[in-house]
């Protein structure tokens, strides 16, 4: 039966990858890949033989017509991103967007993300939350941070590590040095770490190291 499988792979430790990620992706007649190299390690790993094609930010608004197409026509496929959940901050939204259009079934399986154990390892509440993602590089970010400031639930950021001293620091200036806030870089693997504290003794702690490899700030929203 064709479908669209939407697979979860780790954040980083292999073990996390499921059963049924492993089965999906040795049976599908396609597996799409954010980056083929990536992913080419990854199905070595687990002892995946199956085509791989590359499907990444700069090609998917050419290839989902095609590739529905296809899908409609009796393949399944399953698309990957380099890690974590596709459509998340990652290529997939237009692709599954597009397969449901045409009423094509679309699954995705659950999985590994990042933001999910940054958010509840942080200590800040959790029963609402708003998941920004990845703040605008340049216009609009100092509009965007100061309509967040506002917001009373907390906020999840995606950051990478050449701007994260660039943006605690503005959260220190819209959001005030004293919001609790944590950092985890790195989750699940060997070199994990998670920071807490308000965001002028997070920013202090940064400021004295090299950053390296990928982060989740988890912000408390703004107090009652």
Do not use: W
Not at 8 to 35: C, H, Q, S, W, Y
Not at 84 to 105: M, N, V
Not at 114 to 128: Q, Y
Not at 180 to 189: A, H, M, P
């Amino acid at each position: 039966m064709s479908k669209l499988y939407i697979v979860p792979t780790p954040i980083g430790n292999l073990d996390d990858m499921t059963f049924r990620a492993i089965e999906v992706l040795k049976t599908v007649d396609l597996i799409l890949a954010e980056d083929t190299r990536t992913s080419g390690n990854l199905l070595k790993h687990f002892g995946i033989e199956n085509r791989m094609m590359s499907y990444h930010l700069h090609n998917e608004h050419r290839l989902i017509e095609s590739l529905s197409q296809r899908i409609a026509n009796g393949e399944t496929m399953a698309l990957i991103s380099d890690a974590g959940t596709p459509a998340i901050s990652d290529p997939g939204f237009l692709l599954t967007r597009k397969c449901i259009e045409d009423s094509i079934e679309v699954e995705c399986l659950p999985g590994a993300t990042a933001f999910v154990p940054a958010l509840v390892n942080s200590g800040l509440p959790n029963d609402k939350f708003f998941f920004e993602g990845f703040l605008p590089h340049k216009k609009g970010r100092q509009s965007r941070l100061k309509e967040l400031a506002e917001y009373k639930q907390t906020i999840v950021f995606y950051e990478s590590p050449h701007r994260l001293l660039k943006t605690l620091k503005q959260l220190i200036e819209f959001f005030g040095a004293e919001r609790k806030v944590s950092v985890s870089r790195e989750l699940t693997k060997i070199h994990e770490e998670k920071i807490r504290g308000n965001l002028q003794e997070v920013y202090g702690h940064f400021e004295q190291k090299t950053i390296k490899g990928e982060i989740v700030i988890v912000c408390a929203g703004k107090p009652s």
